[in-house]
């Protein structure tokens, strides 16, 4: 019956949401860490570094300012949903679920960088589905690139994320040179203003290329796997498989723009799994990322599944397995 419970629009799900939210973060305050444990703080890309500086080394603010970012990112989510209609159904399911990934790793639950490229790639998606059947030139991908740009300032390994864009591009246009050529003259804009800061300032701008190298191209401390989060890692995968099937099988009774909304986040998510095997420097804050596309199957999976035991199953233990995560991380 949980499941039942968050399915609906009311103002009671909405308090369920801020409960959940609450016992999924409450681990980060009671066990403080500190700022700088992770690689992206040693030498940070310009932004994050500029606004590490400003909250200070002390874990509190910074776990607030995640805490306001990941409600901002849920109710972005179910915004995205209600403009676009792609699920077919407006639900708050999106928000839950990306507040419970939120908590899978819990040593990432304090401020980091990839919750800003997440916020930024959502504000990419977005203006690339709003370049559909726009007549002429659509400058929209020279917005969605700006918008990676800025998040690669955040988070570096955004920018293989511009792939997105000409992606987005050709799953709902016919393509064309010019608008590639917008695209990545957008994804290009924001680091071509940060060197020219940086050499306008006399700051050292061969330092900036080795940060930018460093955060693209450096390996950073391993993340180890518990046993418990194995075994809800393997789960939660379980459950995304049958949900992505459970799409491609519907897939054909969408309509035109929600079947390609659906493309473009399995390609979201495909590029997700391949940056993390490939790059070094992928670690398992991606979970900010492919947390995106993840919650759009499984709220699609269950609110259209016919079945009613086996989605209240798989929420349940969703919500359970994060919670037991959260508790043992306590320990």
């Known amino acids: 019956m949980l499941l039942k419970q968050f399915k609906g629009n009311a ?30 703080d040693l ?16 874990p509190l603010p910074g776990i607030f300012f995640t805490l306001a970012l990941v409600s901002l990112m849920a ?19 999106p928000a839950v679920i990306y507040i419970l990934l ?20 959502m504000l990419a998606i977005r203006r690339i589905m709003d370049s559909y059947r726009v007549p002429g030139i659509a400058y929209n991908f020279f917005d969605a690139g700006i918008f990676i740009g800025i998040g690669s300032l955040f988070y570096a390994d955004l920018i293989w994320f511009g792939l997105l864009v000409i992606i987005g591009m050709l799953l709902l ?36 290329w080795s940060i930018i190298g460093y955060n693209l191209f450096g390996r950073p ?28 099988m519907l897939m054909n009774t969408k309509k035109i723009k929600s079947r390609k909304t659906f493309f473009l986040f399995l390609w979201l998510f495909l590029i997700s799994v391949v940056v993390y095997i490939v790059l070094p420097t ?23 599944i016919k079945k009613k035991l086996i989605p209240e199953i798989f929420f349940s233990v969703l919500y359970i397995l994060i919670l037991v995560v959260q508790i043992w991380y306590l320990k």
């Open 11 to 40: 103002t009671g799900t909405i308090l369920l949401i801020i409960v959940t939210l609450l016992l999924v973060w409450a681990s980060a305050f009671i066990k403080l860490q500190s700022h700088f444990s992770l690689y992206f």
């Open 43 to 58: 030498d940070p890309m310009p932004l994050y570094g500029i606004l590490s500086s400003l909250v200070g080394t002390h």
């Open 75 to 93: 109710f972005s989510m179910v915004n995205l949903n209600t403009t676009l209609f792609f699920i077919n159904q407006r639900t708050l399911l």
């Open 102 to 121: 939120s908590g899978l790793f819990p040593q990432y639950q304090l401020m980091n960088p990839a919750i800003f490229g997440a916020m930024f790639l």
């Open 173 to 208: 246009r016919t393509g064309n040179i010019k608008e590639i050529f917008i695209a990545v003259i957008g994804i290009a804009t924001p680091f071509i203003l940060t060197f020219g800061i940086y050499y306008v300032l006399g700051r050292d701008v061969e330092n900036l």
């Open 221 to 248: 401390d391993s993340y180890v796997f518990t046993p418990l989060t194995i075994v809800a890692i393997s789960i939660i995968g379980l459950i995304t498989l049958v949900s992505m099937v459970h799409l491609l």
């Open 282 to 304: 992928v670690s398992v804050e991606i979970i900010w990322i492919i947390g995106i596309p993840v919650s759009y199957f499984l709220a699609h999976y269950f609110v259209f």
